[in-house]
């Protein structure tokens, strides 16, 4: 029977403490963490929620579990801008060193800590190395008792995971530590152990787990496992770890030169998902290319289905493979709309797109967008008056776009929440009062804002930009914020979405299958495969008869957009060795409206939203200082 039951994590705590408070005699014991070993494995209960535990603290921490941060990873990326604490995102500052590690030595970036995946393997090491004692009194308590294990060594491969795409080659422990085991003794092991390592626990979970309609929602299934293979094959498969950095470190690099093996192991792991192996799985939404010419509703419905995805609540869709689910009702809750909302609604704004990245999103046509495409050369300056976009709407940037863009993007003129019964737009644009076409013409950036300075007595900023009267300082700097996993239908004031965190979704294995077979020369498979995504975006398909260059190109760019603000970026950009091509200075976008229907969209170059510096030694993290300390036989990545 099909079981929608989610994991509530917050009642984990709740239920050990029952349970331990029935066995006070065992209680005097050695702890491990916050009970006792002994008693542990005296109940098959008690051990299922120990199980509950490593599930709770998979992502570093119990109040933000994986992505779904106060500040998103894609912060780190060329995607959007952590306005709170952009001096922290050291990833991007080239300021990244052992001794500060900012984001990426703290909470905030928990999942991919250190310290904290190692404490999560050792709970799940302590699971493993005593499951096989609980006494069992039945058929089905021996089943669960293999399930544990399979869920357990899911878990240990999720976390191994992130500690290999973070830092490379890993110190690999399979049992239990003890009091007096060497701990001195442990040394990095090489990329191709730990990446074999982390297989074999892949393919012990695929083989032990059940069918997602045979667990719980939340808890591993064989599709979750089969998912994360997929996504470690794929990323071991990339340019940065086969020869294209620091080639001779095995901690970092293959010394095989076998990418071709990878690649297709990488494809063969995504292949066997989307041919329904271990479950059915789909995109949400249909596949097949999408009308000539759509109307606004069709497009926005387009835009709508992208955007459920991501409100996933009660019963998942079939594009969700893995996931963690909030319910306020008990205690727990996703940050989102508070924290990523637009200030003008008591939001914090805190991941902003960037202009950069707004350009990527192509016209609803399937064309590339091009900013000077009515101004040939001027690629910062949009202008126009009334009369000019009344006759052409897509003067404006914002008009014409792919249904993605609506789904992933707040700008000035966005539908969103009432602020009163007569405006529910975005509004980041200032308000002139002022006649605009006194000041339009072929004139510099700098000669533009030079003019518009002049006025600024009569200038109104929007209820969303950093000149609002509610709240500026958390208003936009980019021009923009973020719209993707907002729930429109929750006050953004209160925190209380009971959204899904995606972890893993079927289109990701698409585009790890496509990729895969790009790069191995099946140019053909691999862009009808990207075209089944676009075709759910509402977007028309590609030509399949294209150079593997192009087809890469094209790739790359779909994988952007599908993945956007989701987590995805920062490991891709790092294993396509592109960091150096994306990492660079972001400027605001400045939106003025006159009082004569002039309209200026004006990409200041001149001014900076936040500097940028990159680093080579960036591409993988250090080994804190703090860690190294602790154990000084660890060998620290190249560069640091």
Known sequence: MKKYKNIQYCLIAFLLSFILSSCENALDQKPVDSFNEESLFQDINLAEAFLYQCYDVMGGDREEVLGMREDLLSSSTDELLNIHRAGQVTFTKGNLTPD??????????GWILWDFNYSNIKNVNTLLGGIDEVPTQSKADEDKIEQIKAEAYFIRAFNYTNLLRSYGGVVLIDKKFNLDDDFLSQERASLEETLNFI??????AIAGLPDKNEIAQGRATKGAAAALKSRLLSFVSGELMNGGYESSNDLVSFQDNNRRQRLTDAKNAAKDIIDGKFGHYALSGATHEPPLNMTNEELMAYAENYSNIFLQKGAWNDEVIFGIQYLNRQGNRAVNNLYWGPNGYNCWGNNEPTEHIVRQFEMEDGTSFKWDKYNPGQINIREFTKTQLDANPELNPYVGREPRFYANILFDGAPWRDRSSTNNKIQIASQVDAPGASIMGAKSVAEKMQAIATLEPVITGGNDSRQAANQAWNGTKTGYYLRKMLDISIDGEIDNNENTWLEMRFAEVLLDYAEACIELGEI???????N???????LPGRSITVSQEQAREWYRHERLIEMFAEGDRWYSIRKWMICDKVIADFHPMYIYHFND???MYIYNTTALADTRKW?????????????INKAPQLKQNPGY
């Not at 500060?100 to 970036?109: A, P, S, T």
């Open 100 to 109: 500060y590690l900012g984001h990426f030595g703290n909470w905030r970036y």
């Open 199 to 204: 297989l074999v626990d892949l393919d012990k």
């Open 524 to 530: 053909e498979e691999g862009i009808t495969t990207i």
């Open 532 to 538: 089944k995504i676009r075709n759910r975006a509402g």
């Open 597 to 599: 229907g002039v309209s």
């Open 615 to 627: 680093d080579n030694k960036n591409y993988w993290l250090p080994i804190s200082r703090t860690e």
